[in-house]
């Protein structure tokens, strides 16, 4: 997954993976939602706006030998030829995908130079500072953004999609707060929860309220979030 500025450093990164392995190489992201050509240049594959669902069932059909070149939201480069497939609708319930994998007896991480097996203090360092206080845990509530500026990302993405009403959407409180309950018991590192959203608080008087009171009762933990202050 790579935004604009990392499109020189994927480019580096896929050639030397397609050197050493012969492997299809995807990309995924802001990069590759709005300029797709340049980005078939280098990858075998694209996926176009958010792609959970396409990519599942992409690594399904590649493990099964089973063809998947229709597979919705994801173009292919295939005999010079670009394959483009419709566009997968978006997701409404976000609260259908699992909080992020932090299981550390499954996990592994490239770390000076070596494969390690992930461990508390590998995590803790891997999980970056914020403005120099560590022990951020980063959290997004909602996706899309309420407002379309013409220079940000958000301004053309709804068009990709076929349902492009339901462009911002929104966990359910018991949702986040399940995520940020898990976090506080299992990594106890965590003193600050960094909310990442576009908007945090753009939405209803009556969201806000319950989130503010689940929040200080079961994670009660410092947190920052970006407000737009008119919202």
């Given at each position: 997954s790579l935004p604009t500025a990392f499109y020189h450093r994927a480019t580096y990164l896929t050639k030397a993976i397609k050197k050493e392995?012969?492997?299809?190489?995807?990309?995924?992201?802001i990069q590759p939602s709005m300029s797709n050509d340049n980005c078939l240049e280098h990858a075998d594959m694209i996926a176009i706006g958010e792609a959970e669902e396409p990519f599942l069932e992409l690594a399904n059909k590649i493990e099964k030998g089973e063809d998947y070149y229709n597979i919705q939201s994801i173009w292919f480069k295939k005999d010079n030829e670009i394959i483009k497939n419709p566009i997968h609708p978006l997701v409404e319930d976000l609260d259908k995908y699992p909080y992020p994998d932090y299981e550390l007896k499954t996990q592994y991480i490239l770390?000076?130079?070596?494969?390690?097996?992930?461990?508390?203090?590998?995590?803790?360092?891997?999980?970056?500072?914020?403005?120099n206080i560590k022990g951020v845990y980063r959290i997004m509530?909602?996706?899309?953004?309420?407002?379309?500026?013409?220079?940000?990302y958000h301004s053309a993405a709804?068009?990709?999609?076929?349902?492009?009403?339901?462009?911002h959407r929104r966990r359910s409180v018991y949702h986040i707060v399940g995520e940020l309950e898990w976090v506080k018991k299992n990594l106890s590192?965590?003193?600050?929860?960094?909310?990442?959203d576009d908007s945090f608080i753009s939405t209803s008087d009556e969201w806000i309220k319950k989130f503010s009171e689940e929040?200080?009762?079961k994670v009660n933990l410092p947190f920052s979030c970006l407000v737009y202050p008119m919202t």
């Open positions: 392995l012969n492997v299809p190489v995807i990309w995924g992201g770390h000076e130079g070596e494969i390690k097996k992930m461990n508390m203090d590998l995590l803790q360092e891997f999980i970056s500072p914020y403005f509530c909602s996706r899309g953004c309420p407002f379309s500026c013409s220079y940000c709804p068009n990709i999609y076929p349902n492009k009403q339901k462009y590192f965590v003193k600050l929860i960094r909310i990442v929040y200080k009762k």
